[in-house]
Each structure stands twice: as C-alpha cells, then as structure tokens.
C-alpha cells in the first residue's frame, strides 16, 4: 500500500490559469497541462500557494 506522503503529484494549470494537482503517474485531464513542478503533495501546495496569487480565472483578470 502506497502511503500518501511518497505518491508524487504534478501541479496542473488550464487556460483559465488556474491550478490543480494530479498523480504524476497519469496523463493530464483534457483542458490541463503541467505547469513545470512535480514533488510531494505538501511540496506541490506550497508551489501553488506561492505561484497562484490571484484567484479570479484569467478571463475575468483581463
């Protein structure tokens, strides 16, 4: 059994430039690509935490 602190994740991001995360061992979900960080959920949050500052989508950014 996996233990949940050793599964990797992949920080996503969509064309809104919103974040998810999602196993690294699987493909992106359609409309997601990864945003260039994989790590430890606790690490790929923290990632998120720093990087998504704004959270309006981008279209209402604009």
């Avoid at 233990?3 to 992949?10: A, C, D, F, I």
């Avoid at 196993?23 to 949050?45: H, K, M």
Wanted: include cysteine; hydrophobic fraction near 30%; aromatic fraction near 12%.
């Amino acid at each position: 059994m996996e233990h949940n602190g050793s599964r990797q994740w992949t920080v996503l991001i969509n064309s809104e430039e919103q974040y998810g995360l999602f196993p690294s061992d699987l493909p992106p979900p359609v409309g997601w690509r990864p945003a260039g960080y994989s790590g430890t959920e606790i690490e790929c949050v923290a990632y998120v935490d720093r990087n998504w500052t704004d959270m309006r989508p981008l279209s209402l950014r604009k």
